[in-house]
């Protein structure tokens, strides 16, 4: 998820840094960026899976005869009068923080930093301006500048970008198209494409045919300090803790037994009590993928020691539960400290190296993994495993693109030379006629995933679209999709010849072309109700074990629970399937082409619209209102499988919804 406003103020003072070739650093000798390490590992080929022998029923379609807009449990959507602050299209801040403004932030503190001005005095004006600005409380800006300032400030020394470039990598789309040769990279992809065989579904009885369940968690965000009746409504970025500080604009929110739909994230009962209910529930699980971002939101007080904790518990949990079932993690951006910084293999300096996170995991995850996944775990936090004979599934540290990954700025040339690894595991996968699952933490289309890791990932599942069946992430906390389309000229040109007659005709239908829909990535709903979300747990039904299966995700179902009932009168949480995609939308399938009719229709069906809202939300009562702009915003999102190219792919939204 995104990072508290001092951040932003924190990236004004140090972007000053990067005009300045002087500026001291602390590596005597420029950076070594070679990475020896040989991804042509051969990939894991015995299968992790036993042949399920579960006798899984796929949801009940049902006949559309009530409102849509009435929930699961009968009663009648309601919405806070708030009105949502939608992002702009390509703003990876969400307008916080503008590329004038990181500007103007650089030439105010210019002439302090051409002065010599030493780490500990730019602490101090930091601080200062911070709690001045009420931008935070003492305490919050004191610990930011210490937890990331020994990381960023190097990072920005040794990076000897401009301002405007520096502001373009982090900030995304919204500085503008921004040259920056050094940041411009390709991976190698092999030239010929296979023919694609379009799976067939209408007729087919599905129901003869075998089914993996599968369970898919994210964003648990377990909080130990979660403390019951402590502010929930706080100064501090995560409340619900006995030292937060009461909001002095609102009245006192309390933190409840299960949660706050507040600031805050999960108790350790919230967790536990939904492991419990999965198990009792979904005892014929075959499978779970857990897609990252266990330790809490206070980035500003958070240690090596303090996550790895986290992530110790975090896995007992899971591990006490479910002691048979298989586990397949993959690796959040909260996982490092300081958050969202992942330094590639080249960084050897053990102060900024991320060794010490992959050893924990590597030792952790040893419980669920083949030995022969120690190899790229160590490296960079990467897997590929053999689920069935003819199915694999490949974990991506997705970090790597992370735009608030410090050392990216100075090197963020493919990164562990993970793209590469991926381009090799899947044309092996190809050779062997074997499908492939992608999962990961931050989607490849996410506002803060870097411009050319996102593009070069397009590219890769464009190139291997008959491999990949189906991508999982997390990281938004919302329940929602991302769709890639194809990029060949020939789409290109086609878009352009349609916009153009959209513009002579005034006919806003002619602008729905945008490539032919390729692949999809399920974002999963996060168990953290930080904020607004009532937490939540996504099912998924795959194509199972049978000459020809094309291990496509079949349906998916959210479930949820009402943390508001849940915390009135020591009531226990009752869990609740929210929905099936199949019948909340009417889709036929879960194609790629499904999902993007789901987008168009969406656009002009406001009552479809606002289903997918509250599904959106997981029907939270907290939800704020939706106008225009926000639904512009979340049907962008769902188009924007490729990062910072909102503009390009959301151009009919522009035109088709009136904000």
């Not at 931008?135 to 401009?162: K, M, Q, R, W, Y």
């Not at 996944?373 to 490296?379: E, F």
């Not at 009532?534 to 291990?551: M, T």
Request: charged share 25%.
């Amino acid at each position: 998820m995104g990072l508290p406003n001092c951040l932003f103020l924190f990236l004004l003072f140090l972007l000053c840094l990067t005009d300045i070739e002087t500026a001291p650093t602390e590596f005597d000798q420029p950076l070594n960026f070679e990475d020896g390490w040989n991804y042509e590992i051969q990939p894991n080929s015995v299968p992790l899976l036993s042949n399920s022998e579960k006798d899984h029923r796929l949801p009940i379609i049902y006949t559309y005869a009530e409102d849509l807009n009435i929930d699961a449990l009968g009663k009648e959507n309601s919405t806070t009068g708030i009105p949502r602050t939608a992002k702009k299209i390509g703003d990876v801040i969400k307008s916080k923080v503008s590329c004038n403004v990181c500007t103007l932030g650089v030439s105010l503190l210019l002439k302090e930093v051409l002065a010599g001005a030493t780490f500990e005095t730019i602490k101090t004006k930091f601080v200062a301006l911070c709690v001045s600005f009420k931008i935070e409380t003492e305490l919050v800006c004191t610990g930011f500048f210490d937890v990331f300032g020994p990381e960023v400030v190097p990072a920005f020394n040794a990076s000897h970008l401009e301002a405007k470039h520096a502001c373009s990598l982090i900030f995304g789309e919204t500085c503008g198209d921004v040259e920056i040769p050094l940041h411009e990279w390709r991976v190698n992809l092999p030239d010929t494409k296979p023919r694609l065989t379009l799976t067939e579904y209408k007729g087919k009885p599905r129901e003869k045919y075998p089914v993996f369940k599968v369970l898919h968690l994210s964003d648990t965000h377990l909080d130990p300090e979660y403390a019951v009746g402590s502010p929930a409504n706080c100064e501090e970025p995560i409340c619900c803790r006995n030292y937060s500080t009461p909001s002095a604009s609102r009245t006192t929110v309390t933190a409840g037994r299960w949660g706050s739909y507040d600031k805050c994230d999960s108790p350790r009962i919230l967790i536990e009590n939904m492991l419990q209910h999965i198990a009792l529930e979904h005892p014929d699980i075959d499978y779970i993928i857990w897609t990252g971002d266990l330790p809490p939101h206070d980035i500003w007080k958070q240690s090596k020691q303090s996550n790895i904790d986290i992530i110790k518990e975090s896995i007992r949990q899971m591990f006490e539960v479910f002691p048979e079932t298989p586990i397949f993690p993959a690796l959040g951006n909260h996982e490092s400290v300081p958050a969202g910084s992942f330094a590639p293999p080249w960084m050897k300096d053990e102060n900024h190296s991320i060794k010490w996170l992959y050893d924990t995991v590597a030792d952790q995850w040893r419980r669920w993994l083949p030995t022969t996944t120690s190899n790229t775990i160590l490296h960079g936090g990467f897997y590929s495993v053999l689920l069935r004979p003819g199915f694999r599934l490949i974990s991506l540290n997705t970090n790597y693109c992370h735009s608030l990954s410090w050392w990216l700025l100075v090197n963020s040339t493919d990164p562990a030379k993970e793209l590469q690894w991926l381009v090799y595991e899947l044309q092996e996968a190809e050779k062997n006629n074997e499908k492939v699952h992608l999962i990961g933490h931050i989607p490849p289309g996410s506002t803060d995933c870097m411009k050319a890791w996102s593009q070069n990932f397009y590219s890769i599942v464009e190139r291997f679209e008959a491999t990949i069946t189906a991508q999982f992430y997390g990281h938004s906390h919302a329940d929602e999709f991302e769709v890639f389309y194809e990029t060949t000229e020939y789409s290109k040109k086609k878009a352009r010849q349609l916009r153009l007659r959209a513009w002579k005709y005034k006919d806003k239908n002619l602008l729905k072309f945008t490539g032919r829909p390729t692949s999809v990535a399920y974002l999963g709903p996060s168990v953290t109700t930080y904020e607004n979300f009532n937490p939540a747990y996504r099912i998924y039904y795959i194509d199972g074990d049978y000459e020809q299966s094309s291990r496509d995700v079949l349906d998916h179902e959210t479930w949820t629970m009402d943390l508001a009932q849940a915390n009135e009168g020591g009531n226990e949480p009752a869990w609740y399937k929210l929905y099936s995609a199949k019948d909340a939308y009417r889709m036929n399938s879960l194609q790629p082409a499904e999902w993007n009719r789901l987008i168009e229709r969406m656009v002009d069906d406001s009552s479809l619209f606002e289903t997918f809202y509250r599904n959106y939300y997981r029907n939270s009562p907290t939800r704020p209102h939706c106008d225009s702009q926000c639904k512009l915003q979340i049907l962008c999102d769902l188009k924007s499988g490729r990062s910072q190219d909102r503009h390009h792919l959301c151009h009919d939204l522009e035109y088709s919804i009136d904000v």
